[in-house]
């Protein structure tokens, strides 16, 4: 919409929260609530977007990086009306209408929002609100309407008289207005209210007393426009996005056996046959293909796994891909850009960082490889060990094709290990060793004969 801007209001410290971090950059569904809001007016394709930030000012723009934007700094935050006073320099000299969301209203859908501005260009309001209905409307500010039904004022909570607070219709703080209509009335503000903050809400009362029209469009769904203000709130929120997504995905064709123990983020992406036992969380921007199955108390996030790969229980999965046909734990962590090759099986106990393991290799118990670099048909024997830290600095381990490295093995990066060569179990390899080669760095065996006979006989003669 080329005569539309969208200004977020999301400077607010959340002080219901309790919390150091800024309310708009609490997590829901593994994503921070100010990347809905945003995602929502970005949808709208507006000429500009700004947001309003304050509290954690650097923290909050620094979430936002990768997104096109203009910040505006509030500082103090003297109220949501005090917010679009500041941001003034935003939107004074663009015509056309300024629409303002809530950084804390993260549900609010696309259509809601461009439904909201379609009726207002073509009723050509000077402000026109979203409201919605409420059972329960305790702590929303509400829409007070004339005997002919007209919006006359908004009254916040803490300002409502007894009959007032009965209202169930809400604010839900997402407007329309007409820039040439703001500028007109912004500067009129006050904190004579029991917050002594500058509310926003009074603009309606102030653009009625210069006979200036204000509408209001109803949203259906009042769970699309709560606001969070409690971490009660937050995990209510939680509960509800949970049991959408899980629903969702059950309807694509996975299978869930225990929705209630089973925890997937809105950003998540499962294929179809896929199986998630109890207790399984996926989080971030996962990516599970079609036909895995995911046995209990895995933790997957941000991390791909191709199809038919199977992840045994107990696993933690970060950051990482699994390529197809592979089977991972129990008991395995796989972190930090580790890249499985196909039909690879990783064991019991087993830790891998930063490493790419080729395409049917094996390391099926006991093992940590880190940077490290495994070619395909590897065969990493129980207990092996990339010593990559010297104290200072990471090394690199390279374990070429078709290698063997036998049981209980230290390679001390930075190590080759050439193609096909083996290593001899209980090895400490501290020199590249050559393509087919065998090393063996290990001390040799001594058999001393009938010593332990002796021994015991001994002992019993004491
Ligand atoms: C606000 C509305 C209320 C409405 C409710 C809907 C006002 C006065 N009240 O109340 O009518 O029912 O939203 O959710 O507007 N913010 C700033 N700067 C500030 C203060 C707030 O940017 O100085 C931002 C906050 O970060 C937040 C948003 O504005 O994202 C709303 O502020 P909040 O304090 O949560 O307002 P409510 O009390 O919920
Ligand atoms: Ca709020």
Redesign the pocket.
């Known amino acids: 919409m080329n005569n539309l801007n969208v200004l977020i209001?999301?400077?607010?410290k959340?002080t219901r929260l309790k919390s150091n971090l800024p309310?708009?950059l609490h997590a829901l569904s593994g994503k921070p609530l100010i990347e809905y809001v945003l995602a929502a007016a970005q949808s709208l394709a507006p000429r500009k977007i700004g947001v309003?930030v304050?509290y954690e000012a650097e923290r909050v723009k620094a979430q936002l990086a990768g997104h096109t934007l203009e910040f505006v700094v509030?500082d103090p935050?003297?109220?949501?009306g005090?917010?679009v006073q500041i941001a003034r320099p935003f939107w004074e000299d663009e015509p056309g209408t300024l629409m303002l969301l809530?950084?804390?209203?993260p549900l609010i859908a696309a259509s809601t929002l461009s439904a909201l501005a379609m009726h207002h260009a073509s009723s050509r309001y000077s402000c026109t609100m979203l409201s919605t209905l409420l059972p329960d409307p305790a702590?929303?500010?509400r829409v007070l309407r004339n005997p002919a039904g007209e919006v006359e004022r908004?009254v916040?909570q803490r300002d409502a008289s007894p009959q007032e607070l009965k209202i169930q219709e809400?604010?839900?703080?997402i407007y329309c207005f007409e820039t040439t209509a703001l500028v007109q009335i912004i500067d009129e503000l006050t904190c004579k209210n029991s917050q002594t903050?500058y509310?926003?809400?009074d603009c309606v009362e102030l653009l009625k007393k210069k006979k200036l029209r204000v509408g209001v469009v109803i949203c259906e769904d009042p769970r699309e426009v709560s606001?969070i203000?409690s971490r009660a709130d937050l995990a209510q929120m939680e509960g509800l996005l949970r049991e959408r997504k899980l629903q969702q995905l059950m309807a694509d064709g996975v299978t869930i056996l225990d929705p209630l123990s089973t925890y997937v983020d809105q950003d998540v992406v499962v294929g179809k046959d896929t199986i998630l036992y109890p207790n399984v969380l996926l989080e971030k921007k996962t990516v599970i293909g079609s036909e895995c199955v995911v046995y209990p108390n895995v933790r997957i996030s941000a991390s791909t796994l191709e199809d038919n790969v199977t992840v045994l229980d107990s696993c933690l999965i970060s950051e990482s891909r699994v390529r197809s046909g592979s089977q991972i734990g129990p008991f395995a962590h796989l972190k930090n850009h580790t890249d499985i090759g196909k039909q690879v099986r990783i064991g019991n106990f087993v830790e891998i960082k930063k490493s790419v393991v080729g395409d049917k290799s094996k390391a099926a118990h006991l093992s940590y490889l880190g940077d490290a670099d495994i070619g395909r048909g590897v065969n990493i024997g129980a207990g092996t060990i990339t010593c990559n830290y010297d104290g200072f600095q990471k090394h690199k381990t390279t374990i070429e094709d078709d290698v063997f490295i036998g049981s209980d093995s230290q390679l001390i990066a930075p190590v080759i290990v050439k193609k096909g060569a083996y290593v001899a179990a209980g090895s400490t390899v501290t020199r590249d060793v050559p393509e087919d080669a065998l090393a063996i760095a290990r001390s040799h065996q001594e058999n001393k004969e009938g010593w332990a006979k002796m021994k015991r006989q001994s002992k019993l003669k004491e």
């Not at 209001?9 to 607010?12: I, M, N, P, T, V």
């Open positions: 209001l999301a400077a607010g959340g309310k708009v309003v304050g509030q935050q003297l109220g949501t005090h917010a809530s950084g804390d209203v702590g929303y500010g908004i916040e809400v604010n839900t703080g903050e509310y926003l809400t606001g203000n």
